[in-house]
């Protein structure tokens, strides 16, 4: 951490500031400039002294040199963090696609949806019970039988299952159905949540706040870490800004950045981060060359009649097997795995509809 | 509600939209356009229509000409709300101002800023007993028992109070004590914490999300309103933008917006709307002249050490009490009244420190 | 400035930067901290040594201290620097509204309008001759013509006249017509013309950029500046964000900070800060509340009808003489004069339209 | 078009209004719904009209269906745009990478840079000769000899060559020596200098402004494109964001939307994009995979050292060659043709430095 100090503050002043860093326990290092004095603290400081010396007099700017965040850290942790859930393993080199509808709407719907997902050489069906909606008057999910239906239709066709947590007290319910537990981009700083899923062992994708910047999003990372939860993904899923032809903005930079900052799997979704179906192909493509260790898309069998209206974002089944069969081609050369041989080819073909 | 269809859409595919919307129960108006043909539905129309017909093939775009709030808007309820707790009345013409600490630290330090916020002319006091944090490892609130000492406070002083509640859990224990419930940003689309205001009866405090257009904030205030709380004011705190100079950007265009769009009182935060003490007084005599019903601002008997680090955008005493003379004036040529007489001068001028 | 290098940067490379440092004529100061070093440079660096410095191996950061502008910044010029043109000073306490159309379409237009801004008690006749387009089908305006009918009406209503430039070849032409030379905001970073302004002697009205921040605004100013023209006012004219409801976001916080940065007269624009009519009179209030130092405001006669399609911002005559009323109330309580008075208000009383 | 009124407007108005509509020959349909009237306008209308209309009583919208541009679209044109020049042909299935320097230093540097560009295969020298800087005491460029130099380098190596133009009167000398001729994104709304290339026959690379929405960027090339010039090509360069990590957000989503909405070439700017030399591997296969046309990357051979402080984004010579190999394994799967096969391999390995 670096104080700086105008060289107009009276001696007294700097002398009071040096007291309160040494107070804390750690040195205080003086170099005075042509306008300002730097006082650099060296040891470590609790996150509380900054608050402290930021709104001293004759402070005009503390600056973190250490990031605010430590678990989450690549410098904490070098090795990339790789989380092994049955026979699938995120983060290790393996891409990993997580697909299905924005909702769970029936029990024939995901079962049908998750035939597909398998048939395509996906690994995880995704699927909402509980919705979170900008308008009290809109659909607001199915609920617990949502959940009950998904597992089932994951566990009969041999796919992993992710759904949406949205409350503290439903991270007990939803981890009892779902593999994966996922923090929605309105709940990035749901500090009562990220604690709660901190105290749990299950899998968690965490999406980036819509305008959250890369620390804040590793801040709230940290939230989950610092309790003794460590299978966390990050998740880039578009922000907001001027551009309102799509609607959001997908940041790529984020994945390379946030596999530099951190040691956590980075997660691309196209779907939200273009909410245009005809963008979802090149963005997935995109989010694996700019290095992503796994994909979260949409796909609906009917996405016109889907009952959340995100179907304007969902690919048809037959565009989604005919992604990841491009995934396939381009995973190598990025240096990543990726199959999808392991559905019967004839129980592919059959499955797919225009 | 319109929706626009490329003249290159075959007739059938117009038909089926036609027969969707008039399923519905609504009529289709079709005006066919030179390259575009547009259909205007008559009647009103369920948020499932809209999102049903924008994922149908041929829909290039669906535009809401009606708004998607109902009760939020001055459409539907020409006359401003008037908020009355105890002698206090919010939105009807009485300009009124919540003063206090970021956070209650102690018994002692919430009273002698309780003493001052009246002895200056503010009606409420604020302060937060749990803190939403965006790193873990910072200081989180003391907790109930701050909202007892804030309570106490209170009325000791004879003033309101407001404080923050964070999880659908603690708006009974927070309204218990306080008089008004305050939603931060980042819970503004916390729905199911809206949803359970919206059973209470507790006037609320809703903050915009600091990337929540105005839409958006209305739509959240609906959730409420959807309840049977008609208490709701909403606060402008700032927004996101690509100018970091300032912690955030106060937009105070959003004070005459939302008391054009809605009938609800709008108040400004000046402290977390910039995040600089010196820029607090101006801006807060701009969100006066621009039309805000109430201010909310931080002050500090000692921002040097204040707990939370918010202590760099609090007033100190004389600054706020100032501020609040200099109010008096600029008031009644705003159209709104505010008085600092009902402290006693002698009982000010002694309390007053710098 | 600082340099902060890795720890893990080998002690070589660190003396390579430091040899850098003091090839350059400065002293390098060096705190070893826990994880990183800080190099503090002693002296006064060029722009080029940070550049050089920013790109070296193991440097990880490199942060200003000092501001990158120095004549536009109120520690090198510590009074306000007041433009005095003919009868009317700018920047030394005196308020002063500028008004007039988006673009002069007529001698009788542009004369009739200089008639109404005197009489609502305006000092400067606003109106544009050339037309930044975003489109290239649209109206470009009237040219060299327009600014000799502007200079004609200004001369004989007793206005002075303020109109945009911009290229650098229409600076001279520009300059002998009107009293103030105005750079849009799309030009804020035209470097060539603001060079060419600084070698002119007449005053300049800078927009800030759409998405400028405070520092590249007073680099922009800076341009001029260094050349040999003291005589920039600073303007506010919105910022680009994500809410579209305005057309921009006038963001008044930047009145305060631009003040306290530099010594340079601020004024805002509420017209384009807003783009919609009902705005311009509260945040016209705002604006001189938060401290500006004059506006700039669009009024037309029939704005209905106007030839560029701004008439949705532009007030009509009667309410730009009400707002003007109003501002004179106003302006003391900030500390500000205004007078409306110069008008024999008889004259004044008939003029008005609604 | 499409206009909207609320039903609460006199019917003198709307009367009005469809007079307006009718007198500039088009047809007026309306559609009266619940709350609001809408008027569809029938035949080509001129952007002035919407420009009146959207200024009339009772008009609380007007709404373009069609696209403000028209010879920019791929409506209008539905083949892609092939640009050729030489044996170079850009937008036709090839990949094209544009590689070098921010700015020409000297002869020695631009040559061996050119020397290493066309070993690692790229097809086109990029590198600035006047510098368009954000302060006024940065280096400036090296002036009309930069273009000279790079011109010879480009001759002697078989290299196109892309310089930056700031100004209409250096249109012709920069077209004299470059090949392509680039508009910065500070200049995306020069309109004069746009219009100047419009006369001009050079193929253009048009930056898209940092903060300008596609709509607005597709209109900044219909003005070169309504001159006569047909040769445009896109770039997107990253937009500004409230993300600070990054120099820029890279808006991959540009490229997909602007091909789909145009005709023209495609560009990614992964240099400026980021400003980070450890994102340009990600990014470049990102925009590749996304469908990028081709690409201007940084490369310097003296990264540390280079005169504008863009070092820091530039990639090493073995950097960029290790790159474009990539690319010719990633091309094909996104079916496009790029080889590095021209160069003499050992003259490629001797070539490349770290």
């Known amino acids: 951490m670096i104080v700086i100090v105008s060289n107009q503050t009276p001696q007294?002043?700097?002398?009071?500031?040096?007291?309160?860093?040494?107070?804390?326990?750690?040195?205080?290092?003086?170099?005075?400039?042509?306008?300002?004095?730097?006082?650099?603290?060296?040891g470590t400081a609790e996150p509380r002294l900054m608050e402290h010396?930021?709104?001293?007099?004759?402070v005009e700017k503390v600056m973190k040199i250490s990031k605010s965040y430590k678990l989450a850290s690549r410098d904490f942790h070098p090795e990339n963090t790789v989380i092994q859930i049955g026979d699938v393993s995120i983060g290790g080199g393996e891409l990993v696609v997580m697909g299905g509808p924005c909702a769970v709407e029936s029990a024939e719907q995901i079962d049908e949806i998750a035939r597909l997902v398998k048939a395509a050489g996906g690994q995880v069906l995704r699927g909402g019970a509980f919705k979170p909606r900008t308008g009290p008057y809109s659909f607001q999910g199915v609920g617990v039988e949502g959940l009950i239906m998904m597992a089932e239709a994951g566990k009969k066709h041999g796919l992993l299952t992710i759904t949406e947590v949205m409350t503290?007290?439903?991270?007990?319910?939803?981890?009892?159905?779902?593999?994966?537990?996922?923090?929605?981009?309105?709940?990035?700083?749901?500090?009562?949540?990220?604690r709660k899923l901190g105290e749990s062992k299950k899998p968690v994708l965490l999406k980036r706040g819509f305008?959250?910047?890369?620390?804040?999003?590793?801040?709230?990372?940290?939230?989950?870490l610092a309790g003794s939860n460590p299978n966390v993904m990050l998740c880039e899923r578009g922000i907001r800004t001027f551009e309102t032809y799509t609607r959001n903005t997908l940041d790529l930079s984020a994945i390379p950045v946030l596999q530099q900052l951190s040691h956590l799997p980075v997660i691309s979704d196209p779907s939200h981060g273009t909410g245009r179906r005809e963008l979802v192909e090149p963005m997935t493509k995109a989010s694996v060359a700019a290095g992503a260790d796994g994909l979260i898309i949409e796909m609906h069998t009917d996405p016109d009649n889907s009952m959340t209206g995100d179907g304007v974002q969902s690919l048809f089944p037959d565009q989604f097997a005919k992604l990841l069969r491009d995934l396939e081609q381009l995973s190598p050369i990025i240096g990543k795995t990726f199959s999808t041989a392991k559905a019967p080819a004839a129980f592919f073909e059959s499955s797919v509809q225009v």
Chains 1, 2, 3, 4 share one sequence.
């Open 53 to 58: 010396l930021q709104q001293m007099k004759g």
């Open 168 to 194: 503290p007290e439903y991270v007990d319910i939803c981890g009892e159905y779902a593999d994966i537990l996922q923090v929605g981009t309105r709940n990035m700083q749901n500090f009562d949540l990220l």
């Open 211 to 224: 305008s959250s910047t890369y620390d804040e999003f590793l801040n709230a990372a940290e939230y989950i």
């Open 12 to 42: 007294e002043q700097v002398k009071e500031i040096t007291t309160v860093i040494e107070q804390a326990g750690l040195q205080a290092h003086i170099s005075r400039g042509a306008d300002h004095t730097v006082i650099g603290l060296i």
